[in-house]
């Protein structure tokens, strides 16, 4: 099935053509990167984390949104997700290979990376990340891969397939709770040092995931030749909304819990993100901008009449993804580094080679995402036509 990527309008073919101009300039940036070390960055000694994690950090939700797909369709019979859950699979293949590319250039040197196979450390939460990112992949590599096989043929599923299904529910969730527990396992960081770290990221991965499926259904409906049908993008919406009132909950959950304590360390951080701290407010316009577009985006899926409508439905979708992309990504990783343990206030602004080398990745995403997608509705296409 792989030639069917190899087939497209002019189109398809434009895109294909943008995304891998953005990646090679990305690559560059990346190489004078190698050559000139992660100081040609905006990352410093008291912020070691910054784009690159929080892009990683991002993905990895929208990988795990792939579960709210195959749950419904595999285990409570929902028949409506049966055309789409191989989009669901294919948008976490891309995005797990961006939040491996995001790790890979952010450790500087790529020697870095092999130290984590020859000398894995059980004990060490970022070598289970690797392998429960590893097996993700994996996983919905193959299930992806073999269900639009059977697909293209009109024959079920092999038997073998299904306990790989069933596996990658807890396996979805697991890559998240994995990915919380690095940050809220780092006791000298207290923005971090919270128990509902996991339930938070959680919540914001079923919220951007399908979000950013419901848009790619509307785009293939529109220019794909392909439609996932009413009943399954809006079934999606109702999770979107919930997923992201809950999100919603848990920061306001977060702010009752730290401003009502009146603990410094812990106030310190909310006070840098919504309103500054000692002149140093580089992220506050970010935060707000993120709590206007999430209530904005919660107001229109939670209306019927509204989100039955497509124009506010990919409105919405669209606030949702980049609010949650505010949240989880800026507003997660670098307020955990400002102030530092010591009081000592660091801002941190990303370069132009750093921002060139995060867009190349998702340039790269993207491009796997299209030649996937490509293959699934030319496979649609033909089954429908014959």
Same mark, same amino acid.
């Given at each position: 099935?792989?030639?069917?990527?190899?087939?497209?309008?002019?189109?398809?073919?434009?895109?294909?053509?943008?995304?891998?101009?953005?990646?090679?300039?990305?690559?560059?940036?990346?190489?004078?990167?190698?050559?000139?070390?992660?100081?040609?960055?905006?990352?410093?000694?008291?912020?070691?984390?910054?784009?690159?994690? /929080?892009?990683?950090? *991002?993905?990895?939700?929208?990988?795990?949104?792939?579960?709210?797909?195959?749950?419904?369709?595999?285990?409570?019979?929902?028949? /409506? *997700?049966?055309?789409?859950?191989?989009?669901?699979?294919?948008?976490?293949?891309?995005?797990?290979?961006?939040?491996?590319?995001?790790?890979?250039?952010?450790?500087?040197?790529?020697?870095?990376?092999?130290?984590?196979?020859?000398?894995?450390?059980?004990?060490?939460?970022?070598?289970?990340?690797?392998?429960?990112?590893?097996?993700?992949?994996?996983?919905?590599?193959?299930?992806?891969?073999?269900?639009?096989?059977?697909?293209?043929?009109?024959?079920?599923?092999? /038997?073998?397939?299904?306990?790989?299904?069933?596996?990658?529910?807890?396996?979805?969730?697991?890559?998240?709770?994995?990915?919380?527990?690095?940050?809220?396992?780092?006791?000298?960081?207290?923005?971090?040092?919270?128990?509902?770290?996991?339930?938070?990221?959680?919540?914001?991965?079923?919220?951007?995931?399908?979000?950013?499926?419901?848009?790619?259904?509307?785009?293939?409906?529109?220019?794909?030749?392909?439609?996932?049908?009413?009943?399954?993008?809006?079934?999606?919406?109702?999770?979107?909304?919930?997923?992201?009132?809950?999100?919603?909950?848990?920061?306001?959950?977060?702010?009752?819990?730290?401003?009502?304590?009146?603990?410094?360390?812990?106030?310190?951080?909310?006070?840098?993100?919504?309103?500054?701290?000692?002149?140093?407010?580089?992220?506050?316009?970010?935060?707000?901008?993120?709590?206007?577009?999430?209530?904005?985006?919660?107001?229109?899926?939670?209306?019927?009449?509204?989100?039955?409508?497509?124009?506010?439905?990919?409105?919405?979708?669209?606030?949702?993804?980049?609010?949650?992309?505010?949240?989880?990504?800026?507003?997660?990783?670098?307020?955990?580094?400002?102030?530092?343990?010591?009081?000592?206030?660091?801002?941190?602004?990303?370069?132009?080679?750093?921002?060139?080398?995060?867009?190349?990745?998702?340039? /790269?995403?993207?491009?796997?995402?299209?030649?996937?997608?490509?293959?699934?509705?030319?496979?649609?296409?033909?089954?429908?036509?014959?």
């Amino acid at each position: 099935m792989l030639e069917k990527a190899l087939h497209g309008s002019l189109r398809y073919w434009i895109g294909i053509a943008c995304l891998t101009l953005v990646f090679c300039a990305g690559f560059f940036f990346y190489l004078l990167q190698l050559d000139c070390g992660l100081g040609i960055t905006g990352m410093s000694r008291d912020v070691s984390w910054g784009l690159y994690i /929080a892009q990683f950090t *991002f993905l990895v939700g929208v990988a795990a949104s792939a579960v709210m797909l195959v749950l419904p369709y595999y285990l409570h019979d929902y028949k /409506a *997700f049966g055309q789409i859950t191989v989009l669901g699979e294919f948008l976490a293949v891309s995005a797990v290979v961006m939040c491996i590319l995001f790790v890979f250039v952010d450790l500087g040197r790529p020697s870095r990376v092999m130290n984590v196979l020859l000398h894995p450390q059980p004990s060490s939460l970022l070598f289970w990340d690797m392998v429960v990112l590893s097996g993700y992949l994996l996983i919905n590599l193959v299930i992806g891969w073999v269900i639009l096989s059977c697909a293209k043929k009109e024959i079920p599923p092999p /038997a073998w397939a299904k306990p790989i299904i069933y596996l990658s529910i807890p396996w979805a969730i697991s890559i998240h709770t994995v990915t919380a527990f690095i940050y809220a396992g780092l006791p000298g960081r207290s923005f971090w040092l919270t128990a509902i770290m996991a339930p938070r990221f959680l919540a914001s991965a079923f919220a951007s995931g399908p979000a950013l499926l419901i848009l790619v259904c509307l785009i293939l409906k529109r220019w794909g030749r392909f439609d996932a049908g009413e009943k399954a993008v809006q079934a999606l919406a109702k999770i979107v909304a919930y997923a992201l009132a809950v999100s919603i909950f848990f920061v306001l959950v977060e702010l009752f819990t730290v401003f009502y304590s009146q603990i410094p360390e812990h106030m310190h951080h909310f006070q840098y993100l919504f309103a500054g701290l000692d002149g140093r407010h580089s992220l506050v316009a970010w935060m707000w901008a993120f709590a206007v577009l999430a209530i904005a985006a919660f107001a229109i899926l939670i209306l019927p009449g509204v989100r039955r409508q497509e124009g506010w439905l990919a409105l919405a979708c669209v606030l949702v993804f980049v609010s949650l992309w505010i949240e989880k990504g800026l507003g997660l990783v670098i307020p955990g580094f400002i102030p530092s343990p010591l009081g000592a206030i660091t801002e941190y602004t990303p370069t132009g080679p750093e921002i060139a080398i995060t867009l190349g990745v998702w340039a /790269a995403g993207f491009l796997i995402l299209t030649l996937l997608y490509r293959i699934f509705t030319a496979v649609h296409f033909e089954r429908e036509n014959r």
